[in-house]
Protein backbone atom coordinates (compact mmCIF):
# COMPACT_ATOMS: atom_id res chain seq x y z
CA UNK A 1 0.00 0.00 0.00
CA UNK A 2 1.48 3.32 -0.94
CA UNK A 3 1.98 5.68 2.40
CA UNK A 4 0.24 9.02 2.14
CA UNK A 5 3.23 10.33 4.03
CA UNK A 6 5.48 12.96 2.75
CA UNK A 7 8.64 11.62 1.88
CA UNK A 8 11.45 13.63 3.32
CA UNK A 9 15.55 13.23 3.10
CA UNK A 10 18.39 14.08 5.81
CA UNK A 11 21.65 15.99 4.57
CA UNK A 12 24.08 15.25 7.37
CA UNK A 13 22.12 12.16 8.34
CA UNK A 14 25.30 10.86 9.96
CA UNK A 15 25.89 13.98 12.81
CA UNK A 16 24.24 14.13 16.35
CA UNK A 17 21.77 16.34 14.59
CA UNK A 18 21.00 14.08 12.14
CA UNK A 19 20.71 11.23 14.10
CA UNK A 20 17.97 13.20 16.12
CA UNK A 21 16.10 13.42 12.69
CA UNK A 22 15.92 9.64 12.51
CA UNK A 23 14.57 9.21 16.15
CA UNK A 24 12.08 12.58 15.62
CA UNK A 25 10.91 11.18 12.53
CA UNK A 26 10.26 7.59 13.28
CA UNK A 27 6.96 7.39 14.15
CA UNK A 28 6.25 10.99 12.45
CA UNK A 29 2.47 11.69 11.79
CA UNK A 30 3.13 13.44 8.49
CA UNK A 31 6.71 12.67 7.48
CA UNK A 32 8.78 9.51 6.35
CA UNK A 33 12.31 9.33 5.90
CA UNK A 34 12.79 8.14 2.21
CA UNK A 35 16.59 9.59 1.18
CA UNK A 36 19.95 9.92 3.62
CA UNK A 37 22.64 12.10 2.27
CA UNK A 38 26.58 13.05 4.53
CA UNK A 39 29.75 13.50 2.65
CA UNK A 40 31.83 10.89 1.02
CA UNK A 41 33.09 9.31 3.78
CA UNK A 42 29.83 7.99 4.59
CA UNK A 43 28.75 7.81 0.98
CA UNK A 44 27.82 4.56 -0.47
CA UNK A 45 27.62 2.45 2.93
CA UNK A 46 24.73 1.33 4.61
CA UNK A 47 23.28 3.73 7.26
CA UNK A 48 23.65 1.15 10.18
CA UNK A 49 27.57 1.34 8.94
CA UNK A 50 28.26 4.48 8.45
CA UNK A 51 27.65 6.13 11.90
CA UNK A 52 27.13 4.31 15.28
CA UNK A 53 24.15 5.73 17.38
CA UNK A 54 24.66 7.35 20.02
CA UNK A 55 21.31 7.95 21.57
CA UNK A 56 19.12 6.36 23.48
CA UNK A 57 16.71 4.75 21.43
CA UNK A 58 17.91 1.61 18.91
CA UNK A 59 18.49 2.42 15.53
CA UNK A 60 15.16 1.86 13.32
CA UNK A 61 16.05 -1.17 11.17
CA UNK A 62 14.70 0.01 8.40
CA UNK A 63 16.54 2.88 8.43
CA UNK A 64 19.92 0.74 9.18
CA UNK A 65 19.91 -0.83 5.99
CA UNK A 66 19.25 2.10 3.61
CA UNK A 67 22.16 3.61 1.76
CA UNK A 68 24.10 6.87 2.12
CA UNK A 69 23.54 8.93 -0.71
CA UNK A 70 26.12 11.94 -2.08
CA UNK A 71 24.94 14.88 -0.95
CA UNK A 72 23.36 16.18 -4.38
CA UNK A 73 19.91 17.40 -5.26
CA UNK A 74 19.45 14.67 -8.29
CA UNK A 75 16.95 12.02 -7.21
CA UNK A 76 16.41 13.56 -3.38
CA UNK A 77 12.59 14.28 -2.18
CA UNK A 78 11.11 17.73 -2.26
CA UNK A 79 11.27 18.15 1.72
CA UNK A 80 15.26 17.84 2.75
CA UNK A 81 16.16 18.56 6.49
CA UNK A 82 19.96 20.00 6.44
CA UNK A 83 22.18 19.24 9.37
CA UNK A 84 25.48 20.07 7.94
CA UNK A 85 27.99 22.63 8.96
CA UNK A 86 27.95 26.36 7.78
CA UNK A 87 30.81 26.06 5.06
CA UNK A 88 29.41 23.53 4.07
CA UNK A 89 25.70 24.04 3.88
CA UNK A 90 26.56 27.66 2.35
CA UNK A 91 27.27 25.34 -0.47
CA UNK A 92 25.13 22.41 -0.56
CA UNK A 93 21.87 24.13 0.40
CA UNK A 94 20.89 26.27 -2.21
CA UNK A 95 21.67 23.74 -4.99
CA UNK A 96 18.38 21.71 -3.23
CA UNK A 97 16.80 25.01 -3.13
CA UNK A 98 17.83 26.01 -7.05
CA UNK A 99 16.09 22.26 -7.33
CA UNK A 100 12.96 22.86 -5.96
CA UNK A 101 13.28 21.64 -2.84
CA UNK A 102 12.15 23.24 0.15
CA UNK A 103 15.75 23.01 2.46
CA UNK A 104 14.96 23.08 6.22
CA UNK A 105 18.13 24.11 7.65
CA UNK A 106 19.68 23.73 11.15
CA UNK A 107 22.92 25.95 10.00
CA UNK A 108 23.75 29.43 10.91
CA UNK A 109 24.94 29.54 6.90
CA UNK A 110 21.76 32.02 5.93
CA UNK A 111 19.81 32.84 9.00
CA UNK A 112 20.79 36.16 8.79
CA UNK A 113 20.52 36.85 4.93
CA UNK A 114 17.63 39.33 4.75
CA UNK A 115 15.07 36.97 2.36
CA UNK A 116 15.69 33.46 5.02
CA UNK A 117 12.90 33.44 7.47
CA UNK A 118 14.98 32.31 10.89
CA UNK A 119 11.56 31.26 12.90
CA UNK A 120 10.35 29.42 16.40
CA UNK A 121 7.03 28.76 15.48
CA UNK A 122 5.40 29.89 19.17
CA UNK A 123 7.79 33.52 18.34
CA UNK A 124 7.83 34.50 14.96
CA UNK A 125 5.76 31.99 12.52
CA UNK A 126 4.45 35.10 10.03
CA UNK A 127 8.07 35.74 9.36
CA UNK A 128 7.46 32.43 6.61
CA UNK A 129 6.01 35.04 4.37
CA UNK A 130 9.72 36.28 3.18
CA UNK A 131 9.60 33.09 1.49
CA UNK A 132 7.78 34.79 -1.19
CA UNK A 133 10.64 36.88 -1.76
CA UNK A 134 13.41 34.10 -2.27
CA UNK A 135 14.56 33.90 -5.58
CA UNK A 136 14.71 29.98 -5.38
CA UNK A 137 10.79 29.83 -4.42
CA UNK A 138 10.23 32.38 -7.70
CA UNK A 139 12.21 30.30 -10.01
CA UNK A 140 12.06 26.92 -8.96
CA UNK A 141 9.35 26.47 -6.07
CA UNK A 142 12.41 25.53 -3.56
CA UNK A 143 13.49 27.38 -0.58
CA UNK A 144 15.42 27.67 2.46
CA UNK A 145 13.97 28.30 6.22
CA UNK A 146 16.29 28.27 8.98
CA UNK A 147 16.23 27.91 12.69
CA UNK A 148 17.87 29.29 15.53
CA UNK A 149 21.22 28.80 17.27
CA UNK A 150 20.68 26.19 19.75
CA UNK A 151 21.02 28.70 22.76
CA UNK A 152 19.53 31.56 21.08
CA UNK A 153 16.45 29.03 21.05
CA UNK A 154 15.87 28.80 24.81
CA UNK A 155 16.37 32.41 25.36
CA UNK A 156 14.05 33.81 22.85
CA UNK A 157 10.65 31.60 23.52
CA UNK A 158 11.01 32.77 26.78
CA UNK A 159 11.80 36.39 26.27
CA UNK A 160 8.57 36.12 23.43
CA UNK A 161 5.76 37.09 26.27
CA UNK A 162 8.02 39.85 27.93
CA UNK A 163 8.81 41.66 24.80
CA UNK A 164 5.26 40.97 23.97
CA UNK A 165 3.55 42.64 27.19
CA UNK A 166 5.76 44.53 28.09
CA UNK A 167 9.01 45.47 25.43
CA UNK A 168 12.56 44.63 26.33
CA UNK A 169 15.33 47.32 26.85
CA UNK A 170 18.29 45.22 27.64
CA UNK A 171 19.23 41.72 28.03
CA UNK A 172 22.49 40.30 29.64
CA UNK A 173 22.55 36.30 29.38
CA UNK A 174 25.45 34.03 30.50
CA UNK A 175 25.41 30.40 29.09
CA UNK A 176 26.20 26.81 30.33
CA UNK A 177 25.99 24.98 26.93
CA UNK A 178 26.15 21.05 26.90
CA UNK A 179 28.76 19.23 24.59
CA UNK A 180 26.58 17.55 22.21
CA UNK A 181 26.24 21.23 21.02
CA UNK A 182 29.71 20.88 19.51
CA UNK A 183 28.63 17.75 17.19
CA UNK A 184 30.60 14.65 16.83
CA UNK A 185 33.43 14.01 18.23
CA UNK A 186 32.58 17.98 19.44
CA UNK A 187 34.95 18.83 22.41
CA UNK A 188 38.25 16.50 23.45
CA UNK A 189 37.36 14.52 27.19
CA UNK A 190 40.50 16.31 27.90
CA UNK A 191 39.46 19.59 27.71
CA UNK A 192 36.16 19.28 29.22
CA UNK A 193 35.80 16.92 31.98
CA UNK A 194 36.08 18.77 34.90
CA UNK A 195 36.26 22.38 33.41
CA UNK A 196 34.64 24.97 31.69
CA UNK A 197 35.48 26.50 28.44
CA UNK A 198 34.22 30.59 28.13
CA UNK A 199 34.74 30.14 24.22
CA UNK A 200 32.53 28.74 21.77
CA UNK A 201 33.78 30.01 18.61
CA UNK A 202 30.68 32.73 17.11
CA UNK A 203 28.50 31.85 19.54
CA UNK A 204 27.81 34.83 21.68
CA UNK A 205 27.73 37.00 18.17
CA UNK A 206 25.01 34.53 16.78
CA UNK A 207 23.13 34.84 19.52
CA UNK A 208 23.04 38.45 19.55
CA UNK A 209 22.49 39.15 16.37
CA UNK A 210 19.12 35.99 15.99
CA UNK A 211 17.90 37.23 19.02
CA UNK A 212 17.15 40.47 17.46
CA UNK A 213 16.33 38.69 14.39
CA UNK A 214 13.67 36.48 15.99
CA UNK A 215 11.65 39.01 18.36
CA UNK A 216 11.64 41.54 15.53
CA UNK A 217 9.24 42.47 12.88
CA UNK A 218 8.42 41.43 9.92
CA UNK A 219 8.09 44.63 7.48
CA UNK A 220 6.99 43.85 4.00
CA UNK A 221 10.28 42.10 2.35
CA UNK A 222 12.00 41.90 5.48
CA UNK A 223 12.56 42.02 9.29
CA UNK A 224 13.40 44.96 11.14
CA UNK A 225 15.61 43.73 14.39
CA UNK A 226 14.19 44.40 17.70
CA UNK A 227 15.83 47.53 19.42
CA UNK A 228 16.82 46.15 22.94
CA UNK A 229 20.33 46.21 23.56
CA UNK A 230 22.07 42.52 24.48
CA UNK A 231 25.60 40.98 25.82
CA UNK A 232 25.90 37.19 25.60
CA UNK A 233 28.29 35.16 27.21
CA UNK A 234 28.70 31.67 26.36
CA UNK A 235 30.63 28.69 27.88
CA UNK A 236 30.59 25.14 27.31
CA UNK A 237 30.23 22.99 30.25
CA UNK A 238 30.54 19.21 31.11
CA UNK A 239 26.83 18.52 30.60
CA UNK A 240 25.74 15.98 27.89
CA UNK A 241 22.14 17.45 26.87
CA UNK A 242 20.64 20.65 27.24
CA UNK A 243 21.70 24.68 27.51
CA UNK A 244 21.44 26.38 31.11
CA UNK A 245 21.34 30.30 30.56
CA UNK A 246 21.08 32.68 33.26
CA UNK A 247 19.42 35.65 31.76
CA UNK A 248 19.16 39.51 33.02
CA UNK A 249 16.49 41.75 31.53
CA UNK A 250 15.08 45.48 31.76
CA UNK A 251 11.67 46.08 30.53
CA UNK A 252 10.45 49.19 28.86
CA UNK A 253 7.36 48.99 31.16
CA UNK A 254 7.73 48.09 34.62
CA UNK A 255 5.93 44.47 35.71
CA UNK A 256 5.79 42.89 39.08
CA UNK A 257 6.86 39.30 40.00
CA UNK A 258 3.55 38.06 39.91
CA UNK A 259 2.69 40.07 35.84
CA UNK A 260 6.09 38.75 34.71
CA UNK A 261 4.93 34.98 35.80
CA UNK A 262 1.30 35.24 34.37
CA UNK A 263 2.81 36.24 31.13
CA UNK A 264 5.62 33.41 31.38
CA UNK A 265 3.00 30.58 31.94
CA UNK A 266 0.18 32.11 29.72
CA UNK A 267 2.26 32.38 26.79
CA UNK A 268 0.52 29.95 24.21
CA UNK A 269 1.61 27.58 22.14
CA UNK A 270 0.64 28.61 18.93
CA UNK A 271 1.59 25.63 16.67
CA UNK A 272 0.14 22.89 19.17
CA UNK A 273 -3.09 24.92 18.44
CA UNK A 274 -2.56 24.49 14.60
CA UNK A 275 -2.11 20.81 15.19
CA UNK A 276 1.43 20.60 14.56
CA UNK A 277 2.41 17.33 16.06
CA UNK A 278 6.32 17.97 17.31
CA UNK A 279 4.51 21.47 19.33
CA UNK A 280 4.58 21.10 22.74
CA UNK A 281 1.41 21.82 24.98
CA UNK A 282 3.19 24.55 26.93
CA UNK A 283 6.07 26.12 25.00
CA UNK A 284 7.29 27.32 28.52
CA UNK A 285 6.83 25.41 31.79
CA UNK A 286 7.86 27.58 34.49
CA UNK A 287 9.85 25.54 37.57
CA UNK A 288 8.99 26.64 40.83
CA UNK A 289 11.35 24.77 43.03
CA UNK A 290 14.25 27.30 44.18
CA UNK A 291 16.93 25.52 42.23
CA UNK A 292 15.62 24.19 38.92
CA UNK A 293 15.79 23.66 36.05
CA UNK A 294 18.36 21.61 36.08
CA UNK A 295 19.44 19.93 32.76
CA UNK A 296 20.06 16.52 34.45
CA UNK A 297 16.23 16.39 35.58
CA UNK A 298 13.92 18.46 33.47
CA UNK A 299 16.18 18.57 29.94
CA UNK A 300 13.49 15.93 28.57
CA UNK A 301 10.35 18.01 29.43
CA UNK A 302 7.77 17.77 26.55
CA UNK A 303 9.44 15.40 24.83
CA UNK A 304 12.48 17.92 24.76
CA UNK A 305 10.41 20.61 22.81
CA UNK A 306 9.48 22.54 26.21
CA UNK A 307 11.82 25.31 27.63
CA UNK A 308 11.95 25.30 31.52
CA UNK A 309 11.96 28.45 33.02
CA UNK A 310 12.82 29.25 37.23
CA UNK A 311 13.99 31.27 40.07
CA UNK A 312 12.62 34.68 38.37
CA UNK A 313 13.61 37.27 41.39
CA UNK A 314 14.51 40.81 41.41
CA UNK A 315 18.01 41.83 39.78
CA UNK A 316 20.38 43.81 41.20
CA UNK A 317 21.63 45.53 38.18
CA UNK A 318 19.00 45.33 35.44
CA UNK A 319 15.15 44.97 36.62
CA UNK A 320 14.41 40.85 36.59
CA UNK A 321 16.53 37.70 36.52
CA UNK A 322 15.33 34.04 35.66
CA UNK A 323 17.23 30.44 34.60
CA UNK A 324 16.44 28.90 31.57
CA UNK A 325 16.87 25.26 30.11
CA UNK A 326 16.44 24.20 26.31
CA UNK A 327 17.42 20.62 24.82
CA UNK A 328 20.11 21.50 22.28
CA UNK A 329 20.11 18.68 19.84
CA UNK A 330 15.98 18.78 19.86
CA UNK A 331 14.60 22.02 20.74
CA UNK A 332 17.81 23.93 19.43
CA UNK A 333 18.14 21.74 16.24
CA UNK A 334 16.18 18.57 15.02
CA UNK A 335 12.88 19.03 16.83
CA UNK A 336 12.79 23.04 15.67
CA UNK A 337 13.08 22.07 12.62
CA UNK A 338 10.73 19.52 12.23
CA UNK A 339 8.24 22.14 13.78
CA UNK A 340 9.34 24.19 11.43
CA UNK A 341 8.45 21.84 8.37
CA UNK A 342 5.46 21.20 10.20
CA UNK A 343 4.41 24.84 10.14
CA UNK A 344 5.31 24.90 6.71
CA UNK A 345 2.88 22.06 5.89
CA UNK A 346 -0.06 23.77 7.75
CA UNK A 347 0.72 27.25 6.10
CA UNK A 348 0.40 25.42 2.64
CA UNK A 349 4.41 26.18 1.88
CA UNK A 350 5.05 21.84 1.10
CA UNK A 351 2.18 21.50 -1.36
N1 LIG B 1 24.63 19.81 17.90
C1 LIG B 1 23.76 20.77 18.23
O1 LIG B 1 23.29 20.85 19.38
C2 LIG B 1 23.30 21.76 17.20
C3 LIG B 1 22.27 22.62 17.55
C4 LIG B 1 21.80 23.55 16.62
C5 LIG B 1 22.36 23.62 15.38
N2 LIG B 1 23.38 22.78 15.05
C6 LIG B 1 23.93 22.91 13.70
O2 LIG B 1 23.55 21.77 12.92
C7 LIG B 1 24.58 21.47 11.98
C8 LIG B 1 25.03 20.03 12.19
O3 LIG B 1 25.56 19.90 13.49
P1 LIG B 1 25.99 18.50 14.13
O4 LIG B 1 26.22 18.78 15.55
O5 LIG B 1 25.01 17.43 13.74
O6 LIG B 1 27.39 18.21 13.35
P2 LIG B 1 28.17 16.82 13.15
O7 LIG B 1 27.86 15.85 14.21
O8 LIG B 1 29.60 17.20 12.94
O9 LIG B 1 27.58 16.25 11.74
C9 LIG B 1 27.87 16.84 10.49
C10 LIG B 1 27.17 16.09 9.35
O10 LIG B 1 27.52 16.73 8.11
C11 LIG B 1 28.03 15.73 7.20
N3 LIG B 1 29.01 16.31 6.30
C12 LIG B 1 30.25 16.78 6.60
N4 LIG B 1 30.87 17.21 5.47
C13 LIG B 1 29.99 17.02 4.44
C14 LIG B 1 30.05 17.26 3.05
N5 LIG B 1 31.13 17.80 2.46
N6 LIG B 1 28.96 16.93 2.29
C15 LIG B 1 27.87 16.38 2.86
N7 LIG B 1 27.76 16.12 4.20
C16 LIG B 1 28.82 16.44 4.97
C17 LIG B 1 28.64 14.69 8.10
O11 LIG B 1 28.77 13.46 7.37
P3 LIG B 1 29.92 12.35 7.71
O12 LIG B 1 29.45 11.60 8.93
O13 LIG B 1 29.92 11.53 6.47
O14 LIG B 1 31.19 13.08 7.94
C18 LIG B 1 27.58 14.63 9.21
O15 LIG B 1 26.49 13.86 8.75
C19 LIG B 1 25.69 22.51 12.21
O16 LIG B 1 25.51 23.60 11.33
C20 LIG B 1 25.45 22.95 13.64
O17 LIG B 1 25.96 24.23 13.91
C21 LIG B 1 23.86 21.85 15.92
Request: charged share 20%; glycine share 8%; with cysteine.
Amino acid sequence: MMSSKIPVGILGATGVVGQRFIQLLEAHPWFEIAWLAASDRSEGKPYGEATGLRLKTPMPTHVRDMMVLPALPDGAPKVIFAALDAAIARELEPQFAAAGCAVVSNSSAFRMQPDVPLVIPEVNGDHLKLLECQTWRKQSGGYIVTNPNCSAIGLVVALAPLHRQFGIDSIFVTTMQAVSGAGYPGVASLDILGNVIPYIAKEEEKMEEETRKLLGTLNGGSVVDAAFRMTAHCNRVAVEDGHTESVSVKLNQPANHDAILAALTGFKSVPHELGCPSAPEQAIAYDFAADRPQPRFDVDRGEGMTVSVGRLRPCGVLDWKFTVLSHNTIRGAAGAALLNAELLKVQGYLS
